[in-house]
């Protein structure tokens, strides 16, 4: 009888699965044909910073160097140690579009940058925000066009991106870069059904006075993106999967590193929308259901329902996986070993966050 329920179960899971590839992983690939020709605004690129002129001095090029007509490039200095605002100023007469804020002193104490991103709105002087991260670098000097060219309403107020992580050959990093597109085909899905409920400060276009109305929750030192996305109505955001429009950052160091990462960027995971809540969660509960179903039967013997369930539910999914590692350059022959993996690195974080400080984002 256990068993048989075990069995029901792991079927079950697998259609749930199924059925998210299907109705969500596959919204994004579908295109948005726009209603009209968007007319060219300003946009001001805003990047926070702190203590990491290292990584300033490898993308400044490709952010001042963009190939849009209008736009400025703000960076907060958020009381960097490490002489960031001396090269940044004798790097402004290279750049003329290139402008740096030192963050007010009585910020300097706020937990995360949401302080100093709420600083550095109000230095904007342009109607569009598009924001990344001192570690990431755009893919191509179009970057700004194409996330300006994904609105497709005249009443889109924010482009979600997409941000890879940096492909290496070691297992560890690409089971980062896997687990980076796994959360981008939920998020980017979700908003592409008009359900958003995040986005990623790394590559994130919004309009300015959304921004600025948006409530950030200061006492959270995460979640700035997701607080921004869900001040937008969600029928008013779209989504950007364009190659040319991706930014590239590199993968944490090691375990701990991606570990601590991603316990502090789940802490904002309770403050979602509850539909949201429980969707996300049914998803996450379905994966570990499905793989711990097939290793029980696996380790009890039943090896021919174990393959039969996962040939079945690996080719119900193949035709909307397939693309989406094509289009997302999801590495090759990753899913297969990756996938399973999420149930532990997951149940994992679900722990750390226990005893996770929501007062840090450096």
């Not at 190939?67 to 290279?94: A, K």
């Amino acid at each position: 009888m256990l068993l048989t329920t075990i069995l029901w179960a792991t079927i079950g899971s697998g259609l749930i699965l199924a059925g998210y590839y299907y109705y969500y992983f596959n919204a994004v690939m579908q295109s948005k044909t726009p209603e009209i020709n968007q007319a060219l605004e300003p946009v001001t690129l805003l990047i926070c910073v702190k203590d990491n002129i290292k990584q300033v001095k490898q993308n400044l090029a490709s952010w001042c160097e963009q190939n849009f007509p209008d736009y400025e490039v703000i960076i907060i200095d958020d009381h960097s140690t490490d002489g960031l605002s001396v090269y940044l100023e004798t790097m402004q007469p290279v750049y003329p579009n290139l402008c740096c804020y030192p963050a007010p002193d009585g910020i300097k104490d706020a937990p995360g940058k949401k302080a100093a991103l709420q600083f550095g709105l109000l230095q904007a002087r342009s109607p569009w925000i598009l924001m990344t991260d001192a570690d990431c670098k755009p893919s191509s000097t179009l970057w700004i066009q194409q996330m300006m060219d994904a609105r497709s309403q005249p009443k889109t107020q924010c482009v979600l991106g997409y941000s890879p992580l940096q492909k290496t050959a070691s297992l560890l990093s690409r089971w980062m870069a896997f687990e980076t597109s796994w959360v981008a085909n939920q998020y980017l899905g979700f908003a592409r059904k008009g359900e958003a409920y995040m986005g990623v400060g790394r590559n994130l276009l919004i309009k300015r006075d959304i921004a600025l109305t948006a409530e950030l929750h200061l006492e959270i030192a995460s979640g700035d993106d997701d607080f921004l996305v869900q001040a937008v109505k969600p029928n008013c955001i779209d989504i950007c999967i364009h190659p040319q429009a991706w930014t590239r950052t590199s993968a944490p160091d090691n375990w701990t590193s991606w570990w601590k990462r991603k316990t502090r960027h789940s802490q904002t995971a309770f403050i979602y929308p509850g539909k949201i809540r429980l969707k996300l969660a049914l998803i996450s509960a379905s994966l570990g259901i499905y793989y711990l179903g097939l290793i029980t039967l696996l380790l009890t013997w039943h090896d021919w329902w174990t393959v039969m369930i996962w040939i079945l539910c690996t080719m119900t999914v193949l035709p909307v996986r397939y693309p989406l590692i094509r289009k997302l350059e999801i590495p090759r022959f990753t899913w297969w070993w990756a996938e399973p993996l999420l149930v532990l690195a997951y149940g994992l974080v679900g722990f750390r966050m226990l005893f996770q400080s929501r007062k840090t984002w450096n």
